[in-house]
């Protein structure tokens, strides 16, 4: 079915389909509905790392206010009478980094689409925001071995770890997407509908860049 045939397809089969430009408004709706759902989500996480250190109760954020004389129990029954380690600052910082990195490609994909370029600079662009977003989770998954805490050595950990899967999760679903958009390209389909679901598959891995690098910057500067 050609682009002309999709958009009056409507008339000709007594109004049972949509044009293209009508379905991508419809998912624009729903895309930016999806987004505002998880925005909430995403502040309350924020508020949530701030509240609970600010609060600090009986000194279980990092065990600061913990000693020998007072000490803090942890959730195995022993006692915390030391500072909790911060987690390494590079490896948040380097899958913030990769992740906005990753996005840049997508909008770059996204820009040579509408303008109608080179179907393989698409792709090219499309794989290299892949193969980078694979490499952010890659490094996520490293700093999951690495870390010199466990949930239950205080608060702080257990919220970090609590954003760690928060940020994995979100990435896992971004690789979804870009995975489809990559092969439907890949395959040919670089017409009107695939350029609009293109920029959909944009804006959601922006999103997901600017909530992931909001993250780290709270968890390695406000630690």
């Known amino acids: ?64 206010a913990c000693s020998v004389s007072a000490a803090c129990t942890l959730g195995d029954g022993s006692d915390l009478t030391h500072i909790v380690p911060k987690a390494a600052s590079w490896h948040s910082l380097t899958v913030a980094g990769l992740v906005i990195l990753s996005a840049a490609c997508i909008w770059q994909a996204e820009v040579r689409a509408r303008k109608e370029q080179n179907r393989g600079e698409t792709v090219a662009w499309v794989s290299l925001g892949l193969v980078t977003l694979i490499a952010g989770i ?39 997407i870009g995975l489809a958009v990559w092969n439907r390209l890949r395959r040919g389909s670089a017409n009107l509908k695939w350029q609009l679901q293109l920029r959909l598959a944009r804006v959601w891995w922006v999103w997901v860049a600017f909530s992931g690098a909001v993250l780290a910057l709270v968890s390695t500067y406000f630690a």
């Open 138 to 176: 890659a490094v996520l998954c490293l700093q999951f071995t690495a870390l010199p805490f466990k949930t239950i050595s205080g608060t702080y950990a257990s919220v970090f770890i609590f954003f760690m899967g928060s940020v994995i999760a979100h990435l896992c679903l971004t690789l979804f």
């Open 1 to 64: 079915m050609t682009l002309i045939d999709e958009q009056h397809g409507a008339s000709a089969t007594g109004g049972h389909h949509e044009s293209v430009e009508d379905r991508d408004l419809k998912e624009r709706i729903a895309l930016w509905l999806f987004i505002a759902g998880d925005g909430v989500f995403f502040l309350l996480q924020v508020f949530s790392w701030f509240y609970l250190k600010g609060l600090n109760v009986h000194g279980m954020w990092r065990g600061a």
